[in-house]
């Protein structure tokens, strides 16, 4: 990509670009209101004193205000890249998705597989709470949809874990029915 030089118009004189220097501190206040950083601010300014000297038909003695409309926008244009810089880099679906160990992803499979499989074995009335907790219900929800209280539908759900847990046991352990999870057996799952 070639850079072309630039070349002011033609008809720029020595007093336009004094009346530039003259008015270049306004014009920094100005864009230093409206501009998250003053560097920019002079940036901005720069940029429109050199629109400024490439427009052709520019009245001198309407310089000031010309040049003041000019920062303004330029500050505009500029806070309006910024808000759109930070909006795509807020949204969710443009970051790159979480990645998820396969073996975490094998393991979640077939314990939810084991669970469905004990699922058959409660009743309607258990399996309809276990499917209330698995869609994000809370304990008081949960009485509402059965007309009981917080507490009795905390007391079945801690009923159910447990026959669940006593099946888990039951297939590990064969002859023995155990209340806890012993040691042993929770460090013979993680290896």
Not at 45 to 64: G, P, S
Not at 74 to 87: E, P, Q, Y
């Amino acid at each position: 990509m070639r850079v072309e030089e630039w070349k002011p118009s033609p008809t720029v004189s020595n007093f336009f670009w004094e009346e530039c220097i003259r008015i270049r501190p306004y014009l920094i206040r100005i864009a230093t209101r409206y501009c998250a950083a003053p560097a920019q601010a002079e940036d901005i300014v720069h940029d429109a004193l050199l629109r400024a000297a490439e427009f052709t038909n520019l009245d001198i003695t309407r310089l000031r205000p010309f040049l003041v409309t000019v920062v303004k926008r330029l500050c505009a244009d500029d806070a309006r890249r910024r808000m759109v810089a930070t909006r795509l880099g807020t949204h969710t679906k443009l970051h790159p998705g979480v990645v998820e160990d396969p073996a975490d992803t094998a393991c979640d499979r077939a314990e939810a597989r084991w669970l469905a499989s004990r699922l058959g074995l409660l009743s309607q009335r258990e399996r309809s709470l276990v499917l209330m907790v698995a869609n994000g219900l809370g304990h008081g929800e949960i009485a509402k949809e059965l007309n009981t209280t917080p507490r009795a539908a905390q007391s079945a759900l801690c009923r159910i874990r447990r026959r669940i847990r006593v099946g888990w046991l039951d297939q590990r352990i064969p002859g023995q029915r155990q209340r806890s999870v012993p040691v042993a057996a929770m460090q013979g799952a993680a290896q």
